[in-house]
């Protein structure tokens, strides 16, 4: 039996419970007894639908209703009381006014529903960078996801009645009402309410809420950096580790990076990669005047098509327990699932991500949406390292951005140094994917992939990216990258996935001092021979094509670039030289 302590913390589930009706509350202790009763809850219910205990152990399908499977960045808003605060980026509104229109939606919005109250850690509980948060919601969809994606139970227990601050969540599903949802952070008050959505990304109040948006804010404030990273370990021969963090907008190849493979050649040199994150990153500068990384997570919540056995098999191992699979399609055969680009057979008796009966054989229509997920424990992923466990953090040699880009970017380039690469984390640009509510293809600027996750206003976001710079001895060395290059047939040029390992390798080796670069305007990229090929089906002519600037089209490039700065009422100066230096170089 739970016993909270904490007079802070009973106060706000008292009010939040008197807005939202609830017949009962239910607190979460994160043990097994009572999570397994919870999930035949589920069941029982059809909330969910447990799997095939022999395939899947602890498995679990989750359907959304059709119109609420992505975020919706359209209905995120960060609510200050100035709009200054919040920046030309972010959906604004007054915090005042924000209050006063969810109290009506959030009036008995959880009349004969039990709440759930959720204490939970991003991060280790007990560590440096750990942030302790309550979500309270009427979704046993979110109780379970939860319990995979953040540190739930006792140590966080005993941290609030100890007096540990907390971000306040509130969640409702109430209607699932497209017309009146919201995700609506209060930076000031270290608040999230969301209500009338159940798909996680807008609902898993930890994650992007929590950890991105409100942690920039929280990380700005307190002189850290909360940003959208993956964070990776690679292993020479030697046995060295080095760590580096990337940065891509969603269903970019994030997670294929982080769980990346080394390819066979690499492999037998002796090369190894470890996964600490796949998402975000959490990054405090150290004693030694090095930056040092975590990740708050604790599971992986992961983009399903696409995902298989060559393009990323330590994902795909990751799935196979105790993972929660939503919108994906279902065979009802064997009561499994399957995803476009799963490489196995199509099911001919399953039901698609509607539900509805669904022949892979004679479908003219997808099994799985093309933003279907899994949330499944980092424990399970194969390649999870041991550094994951501590909660400590790693130093970071290298910051990797990157986007997903048929033409412009070369294959990887390394930025002048600290600043300069600030200035190309803010050009950053890719083309959009299923992952968030929109057209898809269309080229719109992400600067550091934080554009919908940044709780601030981006021209201060910039400033404290320079400003961190100021504080650190030995800054980690700052590249971009581009695995999407494609050639005029429209073929993609470079083969990514595991031979990705190829280009991070020259970056480590730029970092010590070692590997062979050219100038170029817009930084300094591989020379000729500079990266390991070998075994690779790359010709001298296509490295030339996917490492060279072109002049021509960087300055239509400067163009948008221009018109994109334009949007900030204060940019730092930094960066206004770096696009003019561009400028200048180009012509």
Same mark, same amino acid.
Request: net charge neutral; proline share 0%; charged share 25%.
């Given at each position: 039996m739970i016993e909270i302590k904490n007079e802070k913390v009973l106060d706000w589930v008292r009010e939040c419970a008197e807005l939202t009706k609830p017949a009962e509350i239910v607190w979460i202790d994160g043990s097994n007894e009572q999570l397994e009763a919870l999930r035949k809850?589920?069941?029982d219910t059809g909330e969910m639908i447990r799997l095939n205990e022999e395939k899947l152990p602890g498995c679990y399908y989750y359907r959304t209703h059709p119109k609420d499977v992505a975020r919706d960045e359209k209905r995120t808003v960060i609510c200050t009381t100035y709009q200054k605060d919040a920046g030309p980026t972010n959906n604004w509104v007054q915090k005042d006014e924000m209050y006063a229109k969810l109290r009506p939606l959030?009036?008995?919005?959880?009349?004969g529903r039990t709440m759930y109250a959720i204490p939970f850690s991003m991060g280790r509980p007990g560590t440096e960078f750990a942030k302790i948060g309550i979500e309270l919601t009427d979704s046993l969809y979110v109780v379970l996801s939860m319990n995979i994606m953040t540190h739930v139970g006792e140590a966080v227990l005993k941290q609030l009645n100890q007096g540990a601050d907390f971000v306040k969540c509130l969640h409702s599903k109430a209607q699932i009402d497209a017309k009146n949802k919201y995700i609506a952070h209060f930076p000031e008050d270290n608040t999230i309410w969301s209500i009338n959505s159940a798909y996680g990304g807008n609902v898993l109040l930890g994650k992007k809420c929590l950890a991105l948006r &409100? =942690?920039?804010?929280?990380?700005r404030k307190e002189g850290w950096m909360a940003e959208h990273m993956l964070i990776l370990c690679i292993e020479n021969p030697q046995g060295e580790k080095k760590y580096v963090c990337a940065a891509f907008p969603s269903a970019c190849g994030k997670t294929n990076l982080a769980m990346l493979i080394p390819p066979k050649h690499l492999q037998e040199a002796g090369y190894k990669a470890y996964? &600490? =994150?796949d998402d975000i990153a959490w990054l405090r500068i150290g004693d030694d005047g090095r930056l040092y990384a975590v990740n708050p997570e604790n599971g992986f919540f992961g983009v399903a098509p696409g995902t298989n056995s060559k393009t990323n098999n330590n994902a795909l191992l990751t799935t196979r327990k105790n993972t929660i699979f939503t919108n994906v399609c279902r065979n009802l055969d064997d009561n499994t699932v399957w995803w476009e680009g799963l490489d196995q057979p199509a099911p001919v008796n399953g039901e698609d991500w509607q539900g509805r009966p669904w022949n892979g054989q004679t479908a003219t229509e997808k099994g799985a949406h093309p933003n279907s997920r899994f949330t499944a424990p980092a424990e399970n992923c194969p390649s999870i390292a041991p550094e994951f466990f501590t909660g400590e953090g790693v130093p970071i040699s290298a910051i990797i951005f990157g986007g997903r880009r048929a033409g412009a970017e070369p294959l990887i380039t390394q930025s002048f140094d600290w600043n300069h690469g600030v200035f190309m984390g803010s050009k950053m640009s890719s083309e959009t994917t299923a992952a968030a509510d929109g057209a898809v293809g269309v080229v719109r600027y992400d600067p550091m992939a934080m554009l919908p996750f940044c709780g601030y206003h981006m021209g201060d976001y910039f400033q404290h990216w320079i400003?961190?710079?100021?504080?650190?001895s030995n800054p980690p060395k700052i590249f971009n990258v581009n695995w999407f290059r494609r050639d005029a047939e429209g073929r993609f040029i470079w083969p990514g996935f595991g031979e990705n390992l190829r280009a991070l390798?020259?970056?480590?080796?730029?970092?010590?001092?070692k590997a062979e670069a050219v100038e170029t305007p817009l930084g300094y990229v591989p020379a000729a021979g500079s990266l390991d090929l070998t075994g690779l089906d790359v010709t001298d002519e296509e490295m030339q094509e996917i490492t060279t600037v072109d002049k021509e089209v960087w300055r239509k490039e400067l163009d948008g670039l221009k018109e994109w700065y334009a949007k900030f009422d204060h940019m730092p100066d930094e960066l206004i030289a770096s696009l003019a230096k561009l400028e200048l170089a180009l012509d």
């Open positions: 809850e589920a069941c959030f009036d008995g919005a959880m009349k &409100i =942690g920039s804010w929280l990380g996964t &600490i =994150g400003d961190m710079g100021k504080k650190m390798l020259w970056a480590l080796g730029r970092c010590e001092g």
